[in-house]
C-alpha cells in the first residue's frame, strides 16, 4: 500500500500551484471574453469595404 499522506510544506505547495493555476484560467476566461465575435468581425469587414469604396468613388470624382 502507498503512503498518500502529505506533509505540511507539500500541502502548502501544491495549495499555491493550484492558485496560480486558477488565477491563470480567470486571466483566460477575460481575454477570451474580450474576443470580437463573428457578426462584430463582419460588420467591421463590411463597413471597411464599404468606406474604403466610397473614398475611392469620392477622390475619383473630385480628380476627375
Known amino acids: 500500500m502507498t503512503d ?3 506533509t505540511l510544506r507539500q500541502a502548502d505547495q501544491a495549495r499555491s500551484d493550484f492558485a496560480e ?3 491563470e484560467l480567470e486571466f483566460l ?3 477570451i471574453a474580450r474576443m470580437p465575435t ?3 468581425l463582419w ?4 463597413m471597411g469595404l ?5 473614398l475611392v ?3 475619383a470624382f ?3
Open 4 to 6: 498518500d499522506t502529505f
Open 21 to 23: 493555476i486558477l488565477d
Open 29 to 31: 476566461k477575460a481575454q
Open 38 to 40: 463573428r457578426p462584430e
Open 43 to 46: 460588420r467591421a469587414a463590411l
Open 50 to 54: 464599404l468606406g474604403g469604396a466610397c
Open 57 to 59: 468613388q469620392t477622390l
Open 62 to 64: 473630385l480628380f476627375r
